[in-house]
Each structure stands twice: as structure tokens, then as C-alpha cells.
């Protein structure tokens, strides 16, 4: 159930058989976002990356019987990366990726801890390459900080398309469980789509 890092170079071959386009999520929290995907697009895969122990156990709990997590098969079009997704990104091949999610990511608000923001500009090169040409980048936050960081990281580069964010979630986007707490919160999220230039 965990995507093996041996298949790296060729990542289709980790999931069942049929699969058509490559997904990643960075960051699923709970899981709510990445298994409703996969329920929606069954010939679609998806790479699931949480560094957090208690998500992957809230994904792997609306999955698997509770203390059969380690033995338990996933879904076929669903892999687990238990661990930083940037050092997956790092071994995908060239245009491996057809999605990208970014979903309410941690905003490291200081600005001296601003180098561990995922939208980073020495991130942008490898989500370019791993990225198709075409495809979409999703991001979103309710951090005024990182939508501020967000608008101005995006907008001073080339690699990507970056239309202005959507001030509702796009009705293809499923929900996440912190987009929900952030709206009972009053808080006002942005959703993104960038998209990778051919
Ligand atoms: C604020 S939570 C949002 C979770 C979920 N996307 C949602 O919207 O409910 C951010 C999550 O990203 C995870 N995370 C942060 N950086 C990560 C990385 N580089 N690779 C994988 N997971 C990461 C954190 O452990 C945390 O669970």
C-alpha cells in the first residue's frame, strides 16, 4: 500500500493495471480530498504523500478494518508515500505527474521559516519537470500570509500559467477537513489552478 521507491522511474507499474494519468496530493490530512478522487476516477492514480502519522491512520481507518492497517490491500488506484513529497518528486520521471493538489498546506507564516513553504521558488524548476505540459497545479490556503506569498511567488515566474485565484472552491474540487474548519472559522480560502506551460 505504500508506493515503493523502486518504482520511482516507473510509477504507473505500482498501481492495478488500467491506470491512465498519474496524481499527487501533498499533504492529505485525513485523507477526505484523496479518497474522494479516487472514487470519482477510478482509471486515474494517485500518489498520496502525509509526513503525519495520525492522517495516514484517518485515511487508512475509512479503508481497512482498524489493526489490520498493516496488511490491509488499498484501493488499486491508490499508493500511500508516508514520508517529505518533495523527495519523491525528486525521483519521478520527467512529465510522470498529470495533477498536482496542494491543499491548505502549512503556512509557515515567519518569513524565517518561509524556505519550507511548499510553493517555493526553488521547488517551481522539478514541479515543472515532473509536471505534463498542460497539466494542472491545484493549490489552495486560507492564510493571508501564504495567499500573499502565493500571488507573489506565482507571479514572478515563467514556468507556469498563474490566473487570479477563485474566492469559491471549484465545484470538481472535492472538500477538505481543513477548508471546512477554516470556513466555520470566517476564514476566506483561495483556490488556484496553475497550469504547467508546454
Ligand atoms: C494544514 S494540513 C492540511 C491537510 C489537508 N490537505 C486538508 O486540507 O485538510 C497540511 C498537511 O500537510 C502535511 N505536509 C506538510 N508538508 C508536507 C510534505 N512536504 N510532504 C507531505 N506532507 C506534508 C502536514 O503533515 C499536514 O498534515
Known sequence: ????????????????PGMHR???EV?????????????????????ACEVFDNGICSLLSHL????????????????????????LLRRL?????????????DPWPKSRHAKRRFVHPALLPELARVLVPGAAWRVATDDPIYQAWVTEVMGRQSLFEAPPPAAMR????????????ALRAGRAPLYWTFVRRG
Open 1 to 16: 500500500m505504500t508506493f515503493p521507491v523502486e518504482q520511482a522511474a516507473d510509477p504507473l507499474a505500482a498501481f492495478a
Open 22 to 24: 498519474l496524481w499527487l
Open 27 to 47: 499533504g492529505f490530512g485525513g485523507g477526505e480530498h484523496a479518497l474522494a478522487q479516487i472514487a470519482a476516477h477510478p482509471d486515474t492514480a494517485l500518489i
Open 64 to 87: 481497512v478494518p482498524q489493526d489490520h492497517e498493516a496488511t490491509a490491500k488499498l484501493p488499486g488506484n491508490l499508493r500511500l508515500w508516508p514520508d517529505d513529497a518533495r523527495t
Open 93 to 105: 520521471p520527467d512529465s510522470s505527474l498529470d495533477r498536482l493538489f496542494l491543499l491548505f498546506p
Open 170 to 181: 471549484p465545484s470538481c474540487w472535492p472538500p477538505t477537513r481543513y477548508e471546512t474548519k
